[in-house]
């Protein structure tokens, strides 16, 4: 879904475009909800990513839209600590925002600490689990499925029988992308050479900000002959399709469904498709349960058999590679029905 982007400043955050308007509205349009709208903190990389980000913020823009709520979106700043992101989720609570969201597993620690403080606010955290508390949702993903059917297509879409992997960061959860892109390669052609590489060892030295990053590496990987890439390494991953298509091979998009990202339109012929994370969902779901009374706690995850990950066939030249796609779709039956199992490591 593509966004638009209107940068509001206010003390350090970004107002959407519904804004103030649909805040005066929100007490009435609703028996059950009270609050100011939604609160949404971004991870690294920040909105306009044309990824993860914005997948959140895809999220909010429904849900502000359906009920006729406002929202306050709020980026992150450089080289922040854990007290900068527990301050910034204290302030949207304390403003009365309901629900406040944090987008991404760095925010676990901040979450645990706020959410304790404010019993009466309901909380969500993106790909993390560790926060156990009655007004906390988890929303987590079965990543590694919608990578395995990334790996279907890699391999059958490649010429050289060598495509290519690039993480973001160096931990365990951009480690199952790799595990299923792997997997699913492999069972397609079990001798297929997977180059993979992760940009940085962690969050803060940039591996999920750094487009140039992103474009170094997708270029050592092609020139070491992979002719399709994956990288599921936000902001970064736009280096990595930009010079997929300079070199003109193919790269498969994450998380949002990159070919219809209005910010990716000169590199769309060459991005065959993406490995999909609903995000934007997750955050939909969670505006709606606290709007209706009945907020979401507790682990919600996300698969292939509840359309919380996908693979996304929006250009017609993947959609004329009827192998690919067959075997797309019949990778994607057999995890539902239980034939094959993903790996996470």
Same mark, same amino acid.
């Given at each position: 879904?593509?966004?638009?982007?209107?940068?509001?400043?206010?003390?350090?955050?970004?107002?959407?475009?519904?804004?103030?308007?649909?805040?005066?509205?929100?007490?009435?349009?609703?028996?059950?909800?009270?609050?100011?709208?939604?609160?949404?903190?971004?991870?690294?990389?920040?909105?306009?990513?044309?990824? $993860?980000?914005?997948?959140?913020?895809?999220?909010?823009?429904?849900?502000?839209?359906?009920?006729?709520?406002?929202?306050?979106?709020?980026?992150?700043?450089?080289?922040?600590?854990?007290?900068?992101?527990?301050?910034?989720?204290?302030?949207?609570?304390?403003?009365?925002?309901?629900?406040?969201?944090?987008?991404?597993?760095? &925010?676990?620690?901040?979450?645990?600490?706020?959410?304790?403080? $404010?019993?009466?606010?309901?909380?969500?955290?993106?790909?993390?689990?560790?926060?156990?508390?009655?007004?906390?949702?988890?929303?987590? $993903?079965?990543?590694?499925?919608?990578?395995?059917?990334?790996?279907?297509?890699?391999?059958?879409?490649?010429?050289?029988?060598? *495509?290519?992997?690039?993480?973001?960061?160096?931990?365990?959860?951009?480690?199952? $992308?790799?595990?299923?892109?792997?997997?699913?390669?492999?069972?397609?052609?079990?001798? *297929?050479?997977?180059?993979?590489?992760?940009?940085?060892?962690?969050?803060?030295?940039?591996?999920?900000?750094?487009?140039?990053?992103?474009?170094?590496?997708?270029?050592?990987?092609?020139?070491?002959?992979?002719?399709?890439?994956?990288?599921?390494?936000?902001?970064?991953?736009?280096?990595?399709?930009?010079?997929?298509?300079?070199?003109?091979?193919?790269?498969?998009?994450?998380?949002?469904?990159?070919?219809?990202?209005?910010?990716?339109?000169?590199?769309?012929? &060459?991005?065959?498709?993406?490995?999909?994370?609903?995000?934007?969902?997750?955050? &939909?779901?969670?505006?709606?349960?606290?709007?209706?009374?009945?907020?979401?706690?507790?682990?919600?995850?996300?698969?292939?058999?509840?359309?919380?990950?996908?693979?996304?066939?929006?250009?017609?030249? &993947?959609?004329?590679?009827?192998?690919?796609?067959?075997?797309?779709?019949?990778?994607?039956?057999?995890? *539902?029905?239980?034939?094959?199992?993903?790996?996470?490591?």
């Amino acid at each position: 879904m593509a966004v638009a982007v209107i940068a509001v400043a206010a003390t350090g955050c970004g107002e959407s475009s519904t804004g103030s308007k649909a805040n005066d509205s929100a007490s009435s349009s609703s028996g059950k909800y009270s609050g100011k709208g939604i609160g949404l903190a971004y991870d690294i990389g920040g909105k306009g990513d044309q990824s $993860f980000n914005d997948a959140a913020y895809a999220g909010l823009q429904k849900a502000e839209k359906e009920f006729g709520i406002g929202g306050r979106d709020v980026e992150p700043q450089d080289n922040e600590t854990d007290a900068d992101k527990i301050q910034r989720l204290t302030q949207l609570a304390q403003a009365g925002y309901n629900p406040v969201i944090g987008v991404g597993f760095v &925010y676990g620690p901040a979450v645990k600490e706020v959410a304790a403080k $404010f019993p009466k606010t309901t909380f969500g955290i993106i790909d993390d689990e560790s926060v156990q508390a009655t007004n906390v949702a988890d929303m987590v $993903f079965h990543e590694e499925q919608a990578s395995y059917l990334a790996g279907v297509a890699a391999a059958k879409a490649s010429k050289k029988a060598h *495509i290519g992997f690039i993480g973001g960061v160096d931990i365990p959860l951009i480690h199952k $992308f790799e595990a299923g892109y792997v997997q699913g390669a492999k069972s397609v052609n079990p001798s *297929i050479k997977v180059e993979s590489q992760y940009l940085t060892e962690t969050p803060q030295e940039g591996g999920f900000s750094s487009p140039d990053k992103g474009k170094d590496a997708a270029s050592g990987q092609i020139e070491a002959g992979a002719d399709v890439l994956y990288a599921a390494a936000g902001l970064s991953g736009q280096g990595v399709i930009s010079e997929g298509a300079a070199k003109k091979v193919w790269v498969i998009g994450v998380d949002s469904d990159q070919y219809n990202q209005s910010a990716l339109a000169t590199y769309k012929d &060459y991005i065959l498709g993406s490995a999909l994370k609903n995000v934007g969902g997750a955050v &939909y779901d969670l505006v709606k349960s606290v709007y209706e009374g009945k907020p979401l706690s507790g682990v919600v995850r996300g698969s292939l058999s509840n359309d919380g990950v996908g693979f996304a066939d929006s250009n017609p030249k &993947y959609k004329a590679m009827t192998d690919v796609v067959a075997a797309v779709d019949k990778a994607k039956q057999d995890i *539902i029905d239980g034939k094959v199992t993903v790996n996470t490591k």
